[in-house]
């Protein structure tokens, strides 16, 4: 069975174990869609919102000196938006109505993030000693991360048009 299958597998395992969750998300670090199952949101904006936000949180927790990010979680008026570090390259994103368990959702995304982290780094190192002769997939657009580099530490860019445009004859 292909990685993307398995991760798949996993994110709807997920949402069979916690029937709150309304959708779930593996992506790479830098915002590539490994696996989703969701509808109603957009994928790839949201992994690519979601590298944006590892970006900040890495910089955040080094700048608090809280260590590596391991997790992020935010709460609308709707519901959770919860994301999880899945090994050095990869990240789960969950989405959960507000009835949700926060608890439950921490232990599952944790448990899943952990089981990505396994699939993609089995892909990589079967990668990495040719034994995988699959076609090619958005798996292959994830490298091992540089020595010494950690999720938090992959570098974010921001799309050119999310920048703030300033009116040259008014200075808005």
């Known amino acids: 069975m ?7 597998n996993e ?13 779930s998300l593996a992506a790479s670090a830098d915002g590539l869609v490994l696996a989703q199952d ?4 957009e994928p790839e904006g949201l992994a690519a919102l979601t590298a944006a936000a590892l970006g900040i949180a890495h910089r955040l927790a080094d700048t ?8 992020l979680l935010m709460r609308g008026k709707q519901g959770y ?13 969950l989405l959960a ?6 608890g439950r959702l921490h232990l599952e995304g944790r448990r899943s993030g ?3 982290a396994e699939l993609v780094a089995a892909h990589l190192d079967a990668q990495a000693q040719g034994r995988d002769r699959r076609p090619a ?7 091992p991360p540089a020595q010494g580099r950690t999720l938090g530490t992959l570098p974010v860019r921001l799309p050119r048009q999310s920048r703030p445009r300033l009116r040259p004859d008014t200075g808005e």
């Open 2 to 8: 292909a990685v993307e299958a398995e991760v798949l």
């Open 11 to 23: 994110l709807r395992g997920l949402r069979t174990r916690m029937p709150q969750l309304t959708g």
């Open 38 to 41: 969701m509808s109603g949101v």
């Open 64 to 71: 608090a000196r809280r260590g590596e990010f391991c997790e």
């Open 81 to 93: 938006v919860a994301t999880y570090a899945a090994g050095p390259s990869a990240v789960l994103t």
């Open 97 to 102: 109505d507000g009835r949700a368990n926060v």
């Open 114 to 116: 952990a089981r990505i």
């Open 137 to 143: 997939s958005a798996l292959d657009d994830i490298a």
